[in-house]
């Protein structure tokens, strides 16, 4: 994953940025928050399976699941070469 945001980065297609984490601890109020807290959020709650939240949203979002296979296999349809070994599950050394 990292190797396909550095690939893309280098091409100039996206700009690689660090966002702050847990931006409910830095400001508590929701209205205040920016379009980089809002999405450091949202990708808190997927990660924790906790998507339910994002129905309160209105009618314009959609959820969707997407396994790491299906995103490798989209990166290898860039100009870059990869190994994978779809065996290992994640956290298996």
Do not use: Y
């Not at 920016?34 to 924790?48: E, L, V």
């Not at 129905?55 to 699941?65: A, L």
Request: glycine share 6%; charged share 30%.
């Amino acid at each position: 994953m990292l190797l396909g945001i550095s690939h893309n980065s280098d091409c100039g297609k996206c700009e690689v940025v660090h966002v702050k984490s847990h931006p409910e601890r830095r400001e508590k109020n929701q209205d205040r928050w920016d379009r980089d807290m809002w999405g450091n959020h949202m990708a808190d709650r997927a990660a924790s399976e906790d998507v339910d939240c994002f129905e309160s949203w209105g009618p314009g979002v959609e959820v969707i699941s997407i396994t790491m296979t299906e995103i490798l296999e989209e990166m290898e349809q860039t100009d870059m070469w990869m190994m994978k070994e779809l065996s290992l599950s994640l956290g298996q050394t």
